[in-house]
């Protein structure tokens, strides 16, 4: 098994490092549409990159055919957090040319919010899916979503 980071909430940081990139778009017209061609073309990058990280945890956690109705919930957790996140982070850029510090600052709790918001729905729709696995699939599940691992430790390969 390779190194998981964060898998858990890895859609929260992929979409988090873009909140973190300033937004230099200018109030032209051809400003605007290149930065929503752009926003349009990161969005699309983030779901990919969640479609990738719920198809890697659904290998390395072993999913079943018969866990696979709890397994549709945690992905559309996934999904919809991603789409949460996406809509505060791209409120924060469509914003960002005319924000003061402190619009920043609220534009920042409101992606922050959005992160925990998601973690809490993640976690509740992957209890559903945790009480149905077997010991050895709940043992991965343990050692992927452990905060070592998410701190940059490595998951033992089996």
Excluded: C
């Excluded at 919010?113 to 991965?140: C, E, I, P, R």
């Amino acid at each position: 098994m390779k190194v998981i980071y964060a898998v858990l909430v890895s859609a929260f940081v992929v979409v988090g490092a873009v909140a973190q990139t300033p937004d230099h778009s200018a109030g032209s017209r051809a400003s605007a549409d290149t930065s929503a061609s752009a926003m349009a073309a990161a969005d699309a990058k983030r779901d990919a990159a969640v479609e990738k990280h719920i198809k890697e945890l659904h290998a390395t956690l072993k999913i079943t055919a018969a866990e696979e109705s709890e397994w549709n919930e945690v992905a559309a957790t996934m999904r919809e957090n991603a789409k949460n996140l996406d809509r505060a982070i791209d409120n924060r850029k469509a914003n960002a040319a005319g924000a003061t510090a402190v619009d920043d600052l609220k534009a920042y709790a409101e992606i922050a919010q959005a992160h925990a918001n998601g973690v809490k729905k993640l976690a509740s729709s992957f209890s559903g899916l945790y009480s149905k696995m077997t010991d050895d699939q709940k043992k991965l599940a343990d050692e992927v979503f452990s905060h070592r691992n998410h701190e940059g430790g490595k998951v033992a390969s089996n």
